[in-house]
T-cell receptor, first 114, second 113 residues
Framework: NAGVTQTPKFQVLKTGQSMTLQCAQDMNHNSMYWYRQDPGMGLRLIYYSASEGTTDKGEVPNGYNVSRLNKREFSLRLESAAPSQTSVYFC?????????????FGPGTRLTVL | DAKTTQPTSMDCAEGRAANLPCNHSTISGNEYVYWYRQIHSQGPQYIIHGLKNNETNEMASLIITEDRKSSTLILPHATLRDTAVYYCIVRVYGSSNTGKLIFGQGTTLQVKP
């Protein structure tokens, strides 16, 4: 049981390049989330998917797109990376219906945009 | 979701209890208090949650005031490995909850030898 996995762990991009961050969970959770964390700051929600087939914007969605590929996988795409998107990106998953809905987080992807 | 207020930083001596306060004066009746921590830029880790009764698990205790406007997370015997940023979050519990967590700045707890 790997929990929440993210790839890659580190990435350096040049301004204008595109890339996709991958996230997968093996806990059969309905909901998945993408957060970003800037240095010295708390986490901010980018997008979330309450269930397979649905996605919704969070606090800071501009510049990002997401795809809920199936129940296990939720990807985050940067179409044209900007230096302001330099951050650590965390994926999380949780149950949706009932229960504590406590989130389980992945180890993060450290992205630098030059 | 209700907003929370936490001190920016706190120190605690190793082996002593660490008491982390959180104010949530606008909490609604159907909102629970959750605590998470983040150790050295790892992904956040769930600690505990509660509604109005005090809660305890293997990691910590949660004390919620009777009016529910504030709470305290207690680490009974802090170790150096408890050095982390601690986040207090309030949100709805149950089927209407999309599960999303809204993080504030948190409290940086430094446990000292």
């Amino acid at each position: 049981n790997a929990g929440v996995t993210q790839t890659p762990k580190f990435q350096v991009l040049k301004t204008g390049q595109s890339m996709t961050l991958q996230c997968a969970q093996d806990m059969n959770h309905n909901s998945m989330y993408w957060y970003r964390q800037d240095p010295g700051m708390g986490l901010r929600l980018i997008y979330y998917s309450a269930s397979e087939g649905t996605t919704d914007k969070g606090e800071v969605p501009n510049g990002y797109n997401v795809s809920r590929l199936n129940k296990r996988e939720f990807s985050l795409r940067l179409e044209s990376a900007a230096p302001s998107q330099t951050s650590v990106y965390f994926c999380a998953s949780s149950w949706t219906s009932g229960g504590a809905n406590q989130g389980f987080f992945g180890p993060g992807t450290r992205l630098t945009v030059l | 979701d209700a907003k929370t207020t936490q001190p920016t930083s706190m120190d605690c001596a190793e082996g002593r209890a660490a008491n982390l306060p959180c104010n949530h004066s606008t909490i609604s009746g159907n909102e629970y208090v959750y605590w998470y921590r983040q150790i050295h830029s790892q992904g956040p880790q769930y600690i505990i949650h509660g509604l109005k009764n005090n809660e305890t698990n293997e990691m910590a205790s949660l004390i919620i005031t009777e009016d529910r406007k504030s709470s305290t997370l207690i680490l009974p015997h802090a170790t150096l490995r408890d050095t982390a940023v601690y986040y207090c979050i309030v949100r709805v519990y149950g089927s209407s909850n999309t599960g999303k967590l809204i993080f504030g700045q948190g409290t940086t707890l430094q446990v000292k030898p």
